[in-house]
């Protein structure tokens, strides 16, 4: 049986925020919190982000919530 401090653990692991790229450039990246590689560019600049890698790269001004 797990704790409820285990399944808060394993929700914010799944949850996701559409962020969008607003340079042109193709860029990939690690994330900071997760280590995922994500890869944005002009194409695709709207991208699925876990949300403990999205506050980091919402501090940047090439990324906007989609």
């Known amino acids: ?3 409820d401090s285990d399944m808060s653990e ?3 692991r799944n949850f996701r925020l ?3 790229y607003l340079g042109e450039s193709r860029l990939e ?3 900071i919190s997760t280590g995922q ?3 944005f560019s002009s ?3 709207v991208q699925p ?3 403990r890698d999205a506050k980091f790269l919402l ?3 090439l990324f906007t919530i989609a």
């Open 18 to 20: 559409d962020l969008k």
């Open 43 to 45: 194409e695709l600049p």
């Open 10 to 12: 394993m929700e914010s």
């Open 1 to 3: 049986m797990h704790r």
């Open 49 to 51: 982000v876990d949300l």
């Open 59 to 61: 501090a940047s001004p």
């Open 29 to 31: 990246l690690r994330g």
């Open 37 to 39: 590689v994500y890869l």
